[in-house]
């Protein structure tokens, strides 16, 4: 019965703290005035772009950390060292990404000369673009003007199209990278 007691208690904690979280967001004079549409796509816009912080890493730490191919017959002590070597240092490279802000990392993607070809640059400069609409998604009130007008339907859809062939090309450019090595 304890246990029961004891869930119950988180569960009824839980709804408190959501309903306390949901009067701050309604309880914002700039948020209320958003239709439903607008939040969702602050949600879209949030949302992809942590996909695609998280693309840039990998394929940031896969250039800068050569990957090792290794024969799936191979078994040898000196195999799985190179393995335990690169796995290791993958996973350091990761760390120290993870804590760089999302412009950084476009930094450092042209300064390792990862999007270089014609579509790599325009790839670039729409990976910017989301950058500067998720900032104005997360300080809503800076932006006001900016964000209502995703309330005109064509933005609303160009914003869309923006983040799914973003997220599309990126994903391609990804696959083609590391088809590559």
């Known amino acids: 019965m304890a246990n029961a007691s004891s869930k119950n208690n988180v569960e009824d904690e839980i709804t408190k703290i ?23 796509l602050r949600h879209f816009v949030i949302y992809t772009h942590s996909v695609i912080e998280n693309i840039l890493i990998s394929i940031i730490a896969n250039k800068v ?13 000196e195999s799985k060292d190179s393995l335990t ?20 990392k476009l ?3 042209e ?7 014609k579509k790599g640059k325009k790839l670039l400069e729409k990976l910017k673009s989301i950058n500067r609409i998720r900032n104005m998604f997360s300080h809503p009130t ?3 003007n900016e964000i209502n007008a995703y309330s005109n339907r064509a933005e609303y859809l160009s914003l869309l199209n923006l983040l799914r062939n973003t997220l599309d090309e990126l994903m391609n450019y990804q696959i083609n990278l590391n088809n590559s090595v």
């Open 85 to 104: 070597d690169y796995i290791v240092s993958t996973n350091a490279m990761t760390f120290v990404l993870d804590e760089m802000e999302f412009s950084n």
């Open 107 to 109: 930094r450092a993607i």
């Open 111 to 117: 300064k390792l000369k990862i999007f270089t070809d």
């Open 18 to 40: 959501k309903k306390e979280l949901e009067g701050v967001e309604k309880n914002d004079y700039e948020f209320r005035q958003w239709s439903e549409e607008l939040k969702q």
């Open 142 to 144: 800076a932006y006001v």
């Open 65 to 77: 950390i050569n990957p090792v191919y290794i024969p799936a017959t191979d078994t040898s002590e």
